[in-house]
């Protein structure tokens, strides 16, 4: 059993910065991929970034690509988000999320099987 505990949501304007954290308890986390997800008022959760248990594989999706970095400290157990130049459009909640390491379907929310509560992020312009 995994728990997820998001922090590090707030308001920020455009162009400003936030950095996210998820802290993790739970046995197995140091072999699980860690993902973050975003979901906007009246739109479909989407992904955002995740890093495979080794830190080996890391995707981004394209909105975000060049603008926020995913990183994890096994030793800590947490999982970071930073994101800069940030825009209104990345106002949602986020969500970090853990899954048992796989090779494949790294993006696809229905393969994460733990999920935290949410944190929000509000960008204003």
């Known amino acids: 059993q995994v728990q997820l505990v998001e922090s590090g949501g707030g308001l920020v304007q455009a162009g400003g910065s936030l950095r996210l954290s998820c802290a993790a308890s739970g046995r197995t986390f140091s072999t699980y991929d860690m993902g973050w997800f975003r979901q906007a008022p009246g739109k479909e959760r989407e992904f955002v970034a995740v890093?495979?248990?080794?830190?080996?594989?890391?995707y981004y999706a394209d909105s975000v690509k060049g603008r926020f970095t995913i990183s994890r400290d096994n030793a800590k157990n947490t999982v970071a988000l930073q994101m800069n130049s940030l825009k209104p459009e990345d106002t949602a909640v986020y969500y970090c999320?853990?899954?048992?390491?796989?090779?494949?379907?790294?993006?696809?929310?229905?393969?994460?099987?733990?999920w935290g509560q949410g944190t929000q992020v509000t960008v204003s312009s």
């Open positions: 999320a853990a899954r048992k390491t796989y090779y494949t379907d790294y993006a696809l929310a229905a393969r994460y099987d733990y």
């Open positions: 890093q495979s248990w080794s830190g080996v594989v890391t």
